[in-house]
């Protein structure tokens, strides 16, 4: 476990963490507030993203020989999208619930991007014909994200036909080689299954309160956070595993990581949505 721990964590962790911290305490002096609370709030935040990553992690490795757990890893790095909406089920709030697993269509491919342009991958991307099919239907996704939030909620249905019919026509497109997701799947100790997943329930459990706290220390607007921080930080795993595929040559796999992440964070929101207007 403490091999897995150390894989885990990489130099671009600790960059997104202080860039987050950055964020709020920014916040709140441009807006003359509480900069030793923001930065308090805004470590707890972090905290709980990565214990949530962790335990995720953790819980995949002790199910890594069964059976059926290889047949859902192009989702498994979605799961803190999903973890996330959860949270947002308990106020009902219907754009705030979406805005995590839409927004990360959005941040998924720009962090795809400027790491590729800032490790000069660029040139490497000449031989991959796929290039252009994947960003096209990379701005598509995105597209779909944003447009949710600007419609009216009388054109909820239609948003999610057109979004249903993209994702699967995208879905019978993909190729994922789950093989590669195993490789950084080490095995581990089934015993503490039942530990990791209380981990898991209880740092999501305090995941809505803290970031009002943080919000309010920070004067940061909460939709913001959600929107902009959240979004990031859950899109993270999978910009690691896309990251990871890239430096062993496996561009082909990367960008289909991308596009299924992006497919599931729309049906993510699709089955919400959908309850939500079928409910309300």
């Known amino acids: ?37 923001s930065f308090l709030w805004a470590s707890w935040i972090i905290v709980l993203m990565v214990l949530i990553w962790f335990s995720i992690e953790l819980i995949l490795s002790a199910l890594k ?10 989702f498994i790095t979605n799961w803190p999208e999903a973890l996330v909406l959860i949270v947002w089920l308990i106020g009902w709030n219907v754009l705030f619930a979406a805005s995590t697993p839409l927004w990360s269509n959005v941040m998924n491919p720009i962090l795809l991007w400027i790491w590729i ?10 031989k991959f014909s796929h290039k252009w099919f994947f960003s096209i239907w990379f701005i598509i996704t995105a597209i779909l ?13 239609y948003w999610l036909a057109l979004s249903l019919i993209i994702s699967i026509y995208l879905f019978t497109r993909k190729v994922v080689h789950t093989e590669d997701h195993e ?15 209380v981990i898991l329930i209880i740092s999501w459990y305090f ?42 040559n496996k561009t082909l796999d990367a960008f289909e990581n991308i596009l299924v992440s992006n497919i599931t964070n729309l049906w993510l929101a699709i089955i919400w949505i959908l309850v939500w207007l079928l409910i309300k």
């Open 117 to 126: 342009l800032i490790s000069w991958y660029l040139i490497k991307l000449k």
């Open 1 to 37: 476990m403490k091999k897995l721990l150390f894989e885990s964590l990489q130099k671009l962790d600790f960059i997104v963490w202080w860039l987050t911290l950055l964020f709020f305490v920014w916040s709140a002096i441009l807006l003359w507030w509480n900069i030793n609370e």
């Open 145 to 157: 994200a944003v447009a949710f939030f600007k419609i009216p909620e009388n054109y909820y249905i």
């Open 65 to 74: 020989n069964v059976k059926w757990v290889g047949k859902i890893t192009w």
């Open 183 to 197: 490789e950084w799947i080490e095995p581990v100790n089934k015993l503490f299954l039942p530990v990791w997943l």
């Open 207 to 248: 995941l809505d309160p803290i970031v009002s706290f943080t919000a309010e220390a920070s004067l940061a607007p909460k939709w913001v956070i959600w929107f902009l921080v959240l979004a990031t930080l859950t899109s993270w795993p999978e910009f690691k595993s896309v990251l990871a595929l890239l430096k062993r």
